[in-house]
């Protein structure tokens, strides 16, 4: 049974360019959920993704955005990338929106040059 | 603000020794608690949950703790191995939201 899988496994891009993330959830879960965490900090929640809707959202400006397929995977998308943004990027997934156990996957580690 | 602190950023124990690490909460809302490790290049991995209607809950050698009187989360873990060797976090859940939120981290390290 696979796991929660990300790809890239690293990315470096150039402040201003636009970058995009993928996850495939666990087998049988239908919510992604995405977090940033920066070096030595706990993760962020960035949003929730459930049947294809955005469902909840936290502090993270609308450079921001995802979206969730009808397989459940999901991307997150960067615009005008940020020196600030370098981060790692972590996709959990569960089953249920309101789910209260939520699986990693490894991130992708983005550096902003 | 409301946030899932940690007292101890980092943690020092030798091999075989009992290991603890504390955490802070400031929401009685919360009604599930969660603690995670997190190894270098890898992402979180659930260790064990505990709901606010309980007191204490035990795993394979770790047990957790809840005292909501003063708003504090342990984790135990007994006769620490060097596997165990990583960053810790609680997080905090509310029944009204999907999203977890996280404490700064604790980083173990074991000594052999």
């Known amino acids: 049974d696979a796991g929660v899988t990300q790809s890239p496994t690293h990315l470096i891009k150039t402040r201003g360019q636009q970058v995009t993330l993928r996850c495939s959830p666990k087998?049988?879960?239908?919510?992604v959920s995405w977090y940033q965490q920066a070096l030595g900090q706990g993760p962020q929640f960035i949003f929730q993704?459930?049947?294809?809707?955005?469902?909840q959202r936290g502090n993270f400006p609308d450079r921001f955005s995802g979206h969730q397929f009808p397989n459940y995977s999901s991307e997150l998308n960067v615009n005008a990338l940020l020196l600030g943004d370098s981060a790692l990027y972590l996709c959990?997934?569960?089953f249920g929106q309101g789910s209260y156990e939520q699986y990693f996957g490894p991130g992708t580690r983005l550096t902003v040059t | 603000g409301e946030s899932v602190g940690l007292h101890l950023p980092t943690l020092s124990v030798q091999e075989g020794d009992n290991s603890i690490i504390n955490c802070a909460y400031s929401?009685?809302?919360?009604?599930?608690f969660i603690w995670y490790k997190q190894e270098s290049g890898k992402g979180p991995q659930f260790i064990i949950d505990?709901?606010?209607?309980?007191d204490k809950r035990q795993g394979q050698r770790v047990t957790v703790l809840l005292n909501k009187t003063v708003k504090h989360l342990s984790l135990q873990i007994a006769a620490t191995q060097p596997g165990d060797s990583a960053v810790y976090f609680c997080?905090?859940?509310?029944?009204?939201?999907?999203?977890?939120?996280f404490g700064k981290g604790t980083k173990l390290s074991v000594k052999p």
């Open positions: 929401n009685s809302a919360s009604d599930y």
């Open positions: 505990i709901r606010s209607n309980m």
């Open positions: 993704y459930y049947e294809e809707e955005e469902r």
């Open positions: 997080a905090e859940k509310r029944r009204s939201q999907g999203n977890l939120i």
């Open positions: 087998s049988g879960h239908d919510t």
């Open positions: 959990a997934s569960s």
